[in-house]
């Protein structure tokens, strides 16, 4: 890969969203396939078509939108991301944090991140929505592997506050003012798109892991090179290998996201209102 080209166009896919919209994202959305819902009640919403955008990547995953939506939530200016790119569609991981690198580029501060995954934690239910404290990167590489060397200085990215601890806790006390039960835990990351097996399940449950998905990880590996804040929601979609009957499919999990969004999207509405007005 040219690192040299990667970040010229970061630049040109910034300087394209400059002269398309008129004010500063402060915080980022990334939405997960099913919750597209939380744009509707944006103000001044501008939407682009991800392939309208230079050089971003085409999502091809079923339920996940490829739309890049600018807009307003009481004032606090947001992007929001409906569907996110991942490894297992072929991406490069460089390529699946270039939008990232662009937003920071634009001026995002926070990133607020949602997933659908599979539940490892014997005690997490479908439907039930985790808060990530910490993840286990078992995608087998790093998204910054070529990207950080550009750098002169800070090329090896602390990630002991991987997930912002102060944004976390905005989170909790908007989920108790929200009435949602917010579970907390530990996600691990792997490849897909296969599902897992029921001896890698209990293998990773022996590690720590509550929840397990095929996204984010890359997301947060880069946002902390970036200096941006984060803040994941896992939503449990299904019950892990082990612990599911029958088959696993997407279907299941597209299901459950739909049952979940209505308030995922108010927590999420809360979080952004009660962090926008001092991120700097």
Same mark, same amino acid.
């Given at each position: 890969?040219?690192?040299?080209?990667?970040?010229?166009?970061?630049?040109e896919?910034a300087?394209?969203?400059? !002269?398309?919209?008129?004010f !500063? $994202?402060?915080?980022?959305?990334?939405?997960t396939?099913? *919750?597209?819902?939380?744009?509707?009640? #944006?103000?001044?919403?501008r939407?682009f078509?991800?392939?309208?955008? $230079?050089?971003?990547p085409?999502s091809?995953?079923?339920?996940?939108a490829?739309?890049?939506?600018?807009?307003?939530?009481k004032s606090?200016? #947001?992007? %929001?991301m409906?569907g996110?790119?991942h490894?297992?569609e =072929?991406?490069?991981p460089q390529a699946?944090?270039?939008?990232?690198f662009?937003?920071?580029? &634009?001026?995002?501060?926070?990133?607020i991140t +949602?997933?659908?995954?599979?539940? @490892?934690n014997t /005690?997490?239910?479908?439907?039930?929505?985790?808060?990530?404290?910490?993840?286990?990167?078992?995608?087998?590489?790093?998204? *910054?592997?070529? #990207?950080?060397?550009?750098r002169?200085t800070?090329q090896?990215t602390s990630?002991?506050?991987?997930y912002?601890s102060?944004?976390?806790?905005v989170?909790?006390?908007? /989920?108790?003012?929200?009435g949602?039960?917010l579970?907390? =835990?530990?996600y691990?990351?792997? +490849?897909g798109p296969?599902?897992? +097996?029921?001896?890698?399940i209990?293998?990773y449950?022996?590690?720590?892991?509550?929840?397990i998905?095929?996204?984010?990880?890359?997301?947060?590996?880069?946002c902390?090179f *970036?200096?941006?804040k984060?803040l994941t929601?896992? %939503? @449990?979609a299904n019950?892990? /290998?082990? #612990?599911? +009957?029958g088959?696993?499919?997407?279907e299941?999990? &597209?299901?459950a @996201?739909?049952?979940?969004? $209505?308030?995922l999207a108010?927590?999420?509405?809360t979080? @952004?209102?009660?962090i926008?007005?001092?991120?700097?």
């Amino acid at each position: 890969m040219d690192y040299d080209k990667y970040f010229s166009q970061v630049d040109e896919a910034a300087a394209f969203l400059r !002269q398309q919209v008129s004010f !500063q $994202p402060k915080i980022l959305a990334v939405l997960t396939g099913g *919750l597209d819902s939380f744009v509707d009640g #944006l103000e001044g919403a501008r939407t682009f078509a991800s392939t309208e955008i $230079p050089h971003f990547p085409r999502s091809n995953v079923e339920g996940h939108a490829g739309r890049i939506v600018f807009g307003k939530w009481k004032s606090v200016p #947001l992007v %929001c991301m409906q569907g996110r790119y991942h490894y297992y569609e =072929g991406h490069t991981p460089q390529a699946v944090v270039f939008p990232f690198f662009v937003f920071e580029k &634009l001026g995002v501060k926070a990133v607020i991140t +949602t997933n659908a995954v599979g539940g @490892i934690n014997t /005690a997490f239910k479908p439907g039930d929505i985790m808060v990530v404290a910490d993840h286990i990167n078992m995608m087998g590489t790093n998204p *910054l592997i070529g #990207l950080a060397m550009h750098r002169k200085t800070n090329q090896f990215t602390s990630m002991t506050n991987a997930y912002d601890s102060a944004i976390r806790e905005v989170a909790i006390k908007a /989920a108790k003012k929200e009435g949602i039960d917010l579970k907390l =835990g530990t996600y691990m990351g792997v +490849t897909g798109p296969s599902y897992e +097996t029921k001896a890698e399940i209990k293998a990773y449950r022996s590690m720590g892991a509550d929840s397990i998905g095929m996204s984010t990880i890359f997301e947060v590996i880069a946002c902390n090179f *970036l200096k941006m804040k984060v803040l994941t929601f896992n %939503c @449990i979609a299904n019950q892990a /290998a082990d #612990l599911h +009957t029958g088959e696993m499919h997407h279907e299941e999990v &597209l299901q459950a @996201i739909a049952k979940v969004q $209505p308030k995922l999207a108010k927590l999420m509405q809360t979080v @952004i209102e009660d962090i926008g007005q001092n991120l700097k």
